[in-house]
C-alpha cells in the first residue's frame, strides 16, 4: 500500500512538483548534482536546438539581403507601341529580329536608303540599323552599300572570333559584306566576282564548313541569260572557294537547300512547271575539283534527268514557293504551284496530301494553333467569299477555330512592305511590326517602322465576315482573339 506522501503525491501531481522545486532550491548542491549526472542524450538536444535556430537565423539573414540590401538589375520597360519615321527614304523587304543588347527583349533590324543630305539619291549608301524591341532607340546604324540585293542575318562565326554571329550582305554593283550583328562593326568586305550582267538570285544559302575554319559557309546563285551559276564563299573570311560552277539549267529564284534522310544535300528551285534540282556533292566538284565533304543520294540521283536536272512536275501551273515542313523524320517539302499546291515526302518526294484545287495568292503562313501540331495557313483566291478592295492596306488576324472570320487590326494609308508578328519577350503577348514605305523604290517618301502590341488594337478592331455570319457577334468574337495566348517556335 501507498504511504502518505505517496499518495498525496499521486492524487496532487502539480503540488508535489511545487515541493520538489523549493527542495531543491534549498539544496543547492543536490541540484549541481543532477545537472551533473543529466544524460548526455539531453545535452545533444539542446546543441542540436541551437543548431536550428542558428542556421535558420543565417536563411533569414539572406533572404532579407537578397530581397532588399542588393539592388536587381535594370530591366527595362517594353513599351507597348512605338514608331519611328524616316523623310524622303525607301524601305527594304528585309525584317530580321535578335536580342542585340543582351536585355532578354527582341530587337529589330532593317534596311533603308535615304538621301542623307545628297543631292543624288542614286548615288546615297543603304543603311543597315538595329532599333532596341523596347523603345525603338537606335542600337546601331550603318552604311553597308550603294545598294543591296540579298541579306542573311544570325550567320553563326567561328567559335572564339570578336561576333558570335553575323549579317551577310550582297550588294550591287560588287561588294560582299560581313557586319557583327551585335556592334555593326564590320567584319571583312571584299569585292564580288559576280559578272556585271548577272542577276543575283534569292535566298543567300549556308551550306556545312567545307573549309574547316568552324563556320558554315555561304552560296551564293547568279543567273547570266539562262545559266544559273553558284559561287562557294567561306562563312569566317568571305574569300572565295574554287571557281564558279554551273547548275547547268535556267531557274528563278526560291531556292531551297534540301537535306535528304540520308545525309545528302541538294539545291531545289522552280523551272517553270517543273521541279529541278542540283547535287550540291555535284557542284562542288565543279567548283573545287574534289568531292568535299559531302555526298549523293542514289535514289534522288535517279529521279533526276541526266540531261535537264529536271524532276519529275507535282505542280499544277508555275511553281511559286518551295518551303520546308518540319516532319516526325525530317523535312518535307511543301510545293505551291499558280493553281494547286502539294506536300511531298522529303525522301521519295511522293505527294503526302494534296487539297482541292486553289490559286494562292501569297505565300503560305506556317503556325502552331494547337500544342505540337504545325499547321499552314494558304489564302484561297478561287473562293466567292474572298475579302477585295484594299486589302493590301491592312492588317488581319485569322485563326482556323474562325475560319470564316477576318479581324482587321490596322487600316494603313501607305504600302507595307513587310510584317512580322514576333513575342518580344517570353511568356508575353506579340507585337507585330510593320515596315511601311514607297512602292517605287525609285520615288524615295516617308519610310515608318512600328511595333504595336497586338492585344491593344482587338478591342477596335473590324470583324470581317467571310459569308453567311455565325450565331457568335462581334464582341465575343473580339474575346476570343484577345483571349488567345502565343509562344516562340524556339
Known amino acids: 500500500m501507498l504511504d502518505h506522501k505517496d499518495l498525496e503525491a499521486e492524487i496532487h501531481p502539480l503540488k508535489n512538483e511545487e515541493r520538489k522545486s523549493q527542495e531543491n532550491l534549498g539544496n543547492p548542491s543536490k541540484n549541481e548534482d543532477n545537472v551533473k549526472s543529466a544524460p548526455p542524450q539531453s545535452r545533444l538536444s539542446r546543441c542540436r536546438a541551437a543548431a536550428f535556430f542558428l542556421s535558420l537565423f543565417l536563411c533569414l539573414f539572406v533572404v532579407f539581403v537578397v530581397s532588399f540590401v542588393i539592388p536587381c538589375p535594370d530591366r527595362p520597360a517594353s513599351q507597348r507601341m512605338w514608331r519611328i519615321d524616316y523623310s524622303a527614304a525607301v524601305i527594304y523587304d528585309f525584317l530580321a529580329v535578335d536580342d542585340i543588347n543582351g536585355d532578354r527583349i527582341q530587337d529589330v533590324l532593317f534596311l533603308y536608303k535615304n538621301t542623307n543630305s545628297s543631292n543624288n539619291f542614286s548615288r546615297s549608301c543603304v543603311d543597315e540599323a538595329a532599333v532596341s524591341g523596347a523603345n ?94 553558284g559561287h562557294l564563299y567561306s562563312g569566317s573570311t568571305g574569300h572565295q572557294i574554287g571557281l564558279r560552277g554551273s547548275l547547268g539549267v535556267d531557274g528563278e529564284s526560291g531556292f531551297l537547300l534540301h537535306v535528304t534522310r540520308t545525309g545528302a544535300h541538294y539545291i531545289l528551285f522552280p523551272c517553270a512547271s517543273s521541279l529541278c534540282g542540283c547535287s550540291v556533292k555535284g557542284l562542288y566538284e565543279k567548283v573545287t575539283g574534289s568531292g568535299g565533304p559531302f555526298k549523293s543520294d542514289p535514289h534522288w540521283e535517279s529521279m533526276l534527268n541526266a540531261t535537264t536536272r529536271r524532276m519529275l512536275s507535282h505542280s499544277s501551273g508555275a511553281v511559286r514557293y518551295l518551303m520546308h515542313v518540319p516532319g516526325n523524320a525530317g523535312a518535307d517539302v511543301l510545293l505551291v504551284g499558280s493553281e494547286a499546291f502539294v506536300l511531298l515526302d522529303g525522301q521519295e518526294l511522293t505527294p503526302r496530301w494534296t487539297p482541292k484545287a486553289a490559286h494562292v495568292l501569297r505565300k503560305p503562313i506556317f503556325g502552331r494553333y ?7 495557313a494558304v489564302e484561297n483566291g478561287t473562293g466567292t467569299d474572298r475579302q477585295t478592295g484594299e486589302a493590301r492596306h491592312s492588317l488581319y488576324m ?74 457568335d457577334s462581334d464582341q465575343a468574337i473580339r474575346d476570343r482573339f484577345s483571349r488567345l495566348r502565343y509562344q516562340s517556335e524556339a
Open 136 to 229: 525603338g532607340s537606335t542600337l546601331w546604324e550603318r552604311p553597308v552599300a550603294q545598294d543591296v540585293a540579298l541579306v542573311e542575318c544570325a550567320v553563326p562565326q567561328p567559335r572564339g572570333s570578336e561576333a558570335p554571329s553575323a549579317c551577310i550582305l550582297v550588294g550591287r554593283p560588287s561588294s560582299f559584306i560581313a557586319v557583327n550583328l551585335f556592334t555593326g562593326e564590320t567584319l571583312w568586305n571584299h569585292s564580288s566576282s559576280f559578272s556585271g550582267n548577272a542577276s543575283i538570285l534569292s535566298p543567300l544559302l549556308q551550306v556545312p564548313d567545307v573549309d574547316g575554319d568552324g563556320a558554315p559557309d555561304l552560296l551564293v546563285l547568279t543567273q547570266e541569260r539562262e545559266e544559273v551559276s
Open 370 to 376: 494547337k500544342p505540337d501540331t504545325l499547321a499552314v
Open 398 to 471: 485569322f485563326h482556323p477555330t474562325l475560319p470564316r472570320v477576318l479581324l482587321e487590326l490596322a487600316n494603313v494609308s501607305t504600302h507595307i512592305v513587310a510584317f512580322d508578328a514576333v513575342l518580344f519577350e517570353p511568356s508575353r503577348h506579340a507585337a507585330y511590326i510593320l515596315l511601311t514605305g514607297p512602292a517605287d523604290s525609285e520615288a524615295p517618301g516617308l519610310v515608318s517602322v512600328i511595333k504595336h502590341k497586338v492585344r491593344d488594337l482587338v478591342p477596335s478592331s473590324r470583324v470581317v465576315r467571310l459569308g453567311e455570319g455565325g450565331p
